[in-house]
């Protein structure tokens, strides 16, 4: 699954531009250009040449057309395939944070060209990325995902871009993304956490909640990595099962404003009390 979730955290502005009101619920097939809305800011300038826009039910994809790299080759994945993609990652982003979400998501020809737009630094073996108010699809990357791979990285994505990470531990906004990701996959847990029920077969539990270092995607410890995103997305799956999914987005919405420690005692819980409820539940869902 290590592949599945590579994916970079990096903040995000708190909301998704409305791009398309006129056509949120209207077929793609018959969505009238002429009424289109002129694109947001993210959309534009991206490269020199053509772009192709496509328009979902709810998304807006901007891919680039680059003769060398066209983004329909078998080596990538179509931005009308990826506007269907994008419209169920949207549906169920905006089911758990309870408002609409329309993403704008940018799929240039290359992940070289996804580095420059990112402008971060290397992004390899990364199959998406959020950058402020859109998402980078990182093209030779994402379309070696699966079917499952690909809804998992989108809707984690797109959640950073929607409800934004400001002021908040990684581990919640890396942990919540996740939470959204996996919340209709499917995937078992054990499956979906491998390489942490690796460690905990082995009788090795994490000591404490992930932190930066934890998360440093430099591919020096890929294993790491794929745990400290497992770990983080089980703390928040445990909020969520013994508090209700409604309680932890409250939670990361206060914690936005609040800081983290204020929001988590209004649930009568302090990082450290967190930290070993969240090694218990560890320990009862992987061992
Ligand atoms: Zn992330």
Same mark, same amino acid.
């Not at 995607?217 to 020096?220: E, F, K, L």
């Given at each position: 699954m290590s592949d599945q979730v590579s994916r970079r955290r990096r903040a995000a502005p708190a909301a998704l531009l409305l791009l398309v009101p006129l056509l949120a619920f209207i077929p793609a097939a018959s969505a009238p250009i002429a009424a289109a809305p002129a694109l947001p800011a993210g959309a534009? &300038? /991206?490269?020199?040449g053509e772009s192709v826009t496509v328009r979902g039910t709810r998304s807006v994809i901007i891919g680039q057309a680059a003769p060398?790299?066209?983004?329909?080759?078998?080596s990538s994945v179509s931005p009308a395939e990826l506007a269907r993609l994008a419209d169920t990652a949207a549906l169920r982003v905006g089911t758990v944070l309870g408002e609409p979400v329309r993403p704008l998501v940018v799929v240039p020809a290359s992940a070289a060209e996804a580095a420059r737009l990112a402008g971060t630094g290397p992004i390899e073996g990364l199959a998406a990325l959020a950058d402020g108010d859109r998402v980078l699809v990182v093209p030779e990357v994402f379309a070696r995902l699966n079917p499952t791979g690909r809804d998992v990285v989108l809707a984690h994505e797109l959640t950073h871009v929607a409800a934004g990470t400001d002021r908040l531990p990684v581990w919640l906004y890396e942990g919540f993304a996740d939470y959204v990701g996996y919340?209709?996959? &499917? /995937?078992?847990v054990r499956t979906a956490a491998a390489e942490l029920a690796d460690e905990v077969r082995a009788g090795r539990l994490p000591a404490a909640l992930p932190g930066p270092a934890a998360f440093a995607?430099?591919?020096?410890d890929p294993a790491r990595l794929a745990r400290a995103y497992q770990e983080a997305w089980l703390a928040c799956r445990f909020l969520a099962d013994r508090f209700g999914e409604g309680t932890l987005v409250r939670l990361y919405r206060e914690a936005r404003v609040d800081g983290a420690d204020r929001a988590l005692a209004g649930l009568g819980l302090s990082t450290a009390t967190l930290t070993a409820r969240w090694r218990a539940y560890v320990r009862e869902q992987l061992a």
């Open positions: 534009r &300038g /991206l490269w020199p060398a790299a066209p983004i329909s080759s078998a919340r209709d996959s &499917g /995937l078992p995607a430099d591919g020096s």
